[in-house]
């Protein structure tokens, strides 16, 4: 059986107290995002329902939520997700040859993990990151002004913390 | 005492008519009747919060109201947008109205897999006859359509995803009449999709009705799949003692068989009152039912067809008229006809039986 | 040198921090307001002229008084800082480095609307920004500003921040009310507006991050004074992201009163083309406004210069002009092609409608698999006019305004660059290694009087 630590449980009930009673489906977003870092990177049916169970709402209710928000991982993914943003101003400063680049060195497709489960690859849509082209999100941060000497770097840097 | 509602003044394709205040276009239009209605595709009155979502019922309102007369900028929902004192609206004489609907139809079929010949909904699905009034011939699309995993949903349900537009009707029914909704829409975008996310069945007692709101094929009797066309079915209005609803049904017979019970439905195709799963699925025998006689049926409906109300069914049979004598063969059609030449075996045509095939066998050989 | 009145100080060393940013005369704005008749701070608003900075432009004083009041229910301002809009990333900006610019500007904003429970609604993939806003609510909170009877004035007020998952249409009002009802973001059939019913259906105010942020000076100096900025009912200042190919992309305080090509070419702003090319075409004001060529861009038809305000933006129309919008400013050089350009706005829209109503649903995946048709050279003439005709029916005819976003810059892109549309559909080949470059579309154009 899934669940929370009892300094996450600590947390969840600070989350469930911003609204008002009754309200404590609001709670939804943000405990499927603690679910999804908690429970090995993604959403699976089990903590989906562990969520319902602790807001008291129907199944049904968090997977209509968790199928609708692109961050949500409904597949097992690598240990680093590289999401690599591919939308117009992305583009224009060369996001594609960035995204070609990390299929080639890590020899995996779009939506694909490495053999060693390491590496994701995603394509993702606007990040509010336009100014700071191309870019891709690593975990809670962004990773801006990329060039193919930096995605090395960065993969480097992914294989050093194992 | 009732507090008297206050009537206000609305006119939609220059009929005027007086409606209760908090009246919406749709339902004032639907008080006048006839053309004037606009069709529906997601809105259900008796589903709350339904409506909106399709945009089929599209309305150009040229005068606001008395008080402010401008007219609206963009076409607005007429199942959601309540009328105002001296509202004018156009729905079959605004030519903007015209185009736009025919745009959701384009819209609504794009992904749409045609394939009525096959749909046990095809002579009641309210996709069709949208698609015949409103719609051209032919697409303009040209890439493959949309599909999706398939989800089983039980003994009862049979979905198919592809065949629906996402008016949500089903989430609503299920949201309303049970107490624990376990399907829903799921993903976003082009790829939303009623499903139920990890295989479950839709059990509750009263889910069945999620069959009579869909108004496609989406979502059918899985007890009726395949077994007959709905236009060959004649439909019984009957009733039975029921413990968990009004148990009044129509019952679609062929011959004395009983191949499907729904809920009885309205001129506008809505469930007059919700029925239960044992009604719907289990009560098959004529037996269980007290038949209170033919359902009227619009006669411009294919449903219609072929049902002769309040005419008997001849008894005699063709020999009895003849005085016992045999039918006599008058003309061979095969010594006038080359079409229907009895060598060629039409099973054997390689595509299409065009003249050409009736032709060639004889004219080479001549 | 153009007044800046928000990010004045956002250079001046740990102004993030609580003490850093008091010093610098910070929450003077709530001391003086907190003081006021809320009605009073709504007046003041509405005299500043602000307005709505989120895209829409709609004047904030008149939402605010749109406000239902009824007694015994409670109001709820909402804080929209869910910033997705392509080529915008001024709000990330502002709550990265002013965070305590933000807060200011909703306490003294949910004073005005007598919201006790103030939401920010930040994008999901902002995630260390909402650690930075719940340290500067932290300190805020311990100093006084927030909390139970704040400033002895018997006015209670608490401001959480909800994360957001990935998902473009929270960004519309109703949709972002319906995600922080934790559902999903389907945008609500309008009337009822938030005003009346919103958050938990209770009446709402949704305010863009820069809107909120205005509120602060518009108190410090007054409304009267803060509408002195600006040119005409373009009142303040406003806050722009430029990207795309520029030498110095990033977020700029303008006032309103300076010419587009002054914000691409000088020094203080863009800083021009990099290297050496020349402007093709620019869309002005976020992703889902009309994109413009280079000739009408700098100088509107009637051959007047653009300025970088919400009329001049908008002069002639989307037959010759564009919007001011979300302020989020994309340039494309000589070498970029429009049809790609466009296609990959498309995608974005199909990947971000929620899918509700059926024109957008269906007719945004429609453009995006005909325009990549026509950029990998497999299109035809008639996919143009049948690309013109789907946005047609689209635009207007659906829920909420997504559906005009995504139709907007296949329109605007067919209006003026048709001829590149007819080139890549005329050599399918020579579309596929070669660029139709700047052709004529920085050429300068015959007046129209």
Known sequence: MLKFSDNKLKEVKKIIDRYPQGKQKSALIPLLHMAQSEFGGWLSPESMDYIASLLTIDPIEVYEVATFYSMYNLQPVGKHVFEVCQTGPCMLNGSDNIINYIKTKLNIGVGETTEDGLFTLKTVECLGACGYAPMMQLGDHYREHLTKEKVDAIIEECRGKE | MAEEVKKIKVTIDNITIDVPMGTTILQAARMIGGDVVPPAMCYYSKLQGSGGKCRTCLVEVSKGSEADPRPMPKLVASCRTGVMDGMEVKNMTSPRVEDARNGVVEFLLLNHPLDCPICDQ?????????????????????????????????????????????????VYTADQLTDKRVHGVLSRGDHSEIATHIEKSLDNNFIGNVIDVCPVGALTDKTFRFKNRVWFTKPMSAHRDCKCCSGKVTLWQRG?????????????GEVEEWICNECRFEKKNTADWIIEGPTQVNRHSVISQGHYEHVLKPTETFSAVHGGRKPKLLMDIHSVSEVNDPSVDLSLINGSATGEVFNHPTKTQE | MAKKVLLEKAHIKGIRAYDVYKAQGGYASVEKALKMDPAAIVEEVKKSGLRGRGGAGFPTGMKWSFLAKPEGVPRYLVCNADESEPGTFKDRYLMEFLPHLLIEGLIVSSFALGSNSTYIYIRGEYAWIVNILEQAIEEAKQHGYLGKNILNTGFDCEIYVQRGAGAYICGEETALIESLEGKRGNPRIKPPFPAIKGLWDCPTVVNNVETIA????????????????????????????????????????????????EFIFSDEYCGGIPNGKRLKACIPGGSSVPILPANLLLKTAKGETRYMNYESLSDGGFATGSMMGSGGFIVLDEDQCIVRHTMSLARFYRHESCGQCSPCREGTGWMEKILTKIENGKGQSSDIDLLWDIQRKIEGNTICPLGDAAAWPVA????????EFEWHVNNPSLCLTENYGLAHYADELSIVS
Request: glycine fraction near 10%.
């Open chain 2, 122 to 170: 095809a002579g009641e699905c309210h996709l069709q006859d949208l698609g015949y009034e409103h719609g051209k011939e032919g697409t303009r699309y040209e890439f493959k359509r949309r599909t999706f995993d398939k989800h089983d949903l039980g003994p009862y349900i049979q979905l198919h995803m592809t065949r629906c537009i996402l008016c949500y009707r089903c």
């Open chain 2, 256 to 268: 004395e068989d009983v191949l499907r019970v729904t809920a009885r439905k309205d001129q506008w």
């Open chain 3, 214 to 261: 205005a509120v602060v000076p518009i108190i410090n100096m007054g409304g009267e004074e803060y509408a002195k900025i600006g040119v005409g009912r373009s009142t303040g200042t406003k806050l722009l992201s430029a990207c795309g190919n520029i030498n110095k992309p990033g977020v700029y305080e303008i006032d309103m009163t300076i010419s587009v090509e």
């Open chain 3, 412 to 419: 605007a892109a067919i209006r003026h660059f048709r001829d």
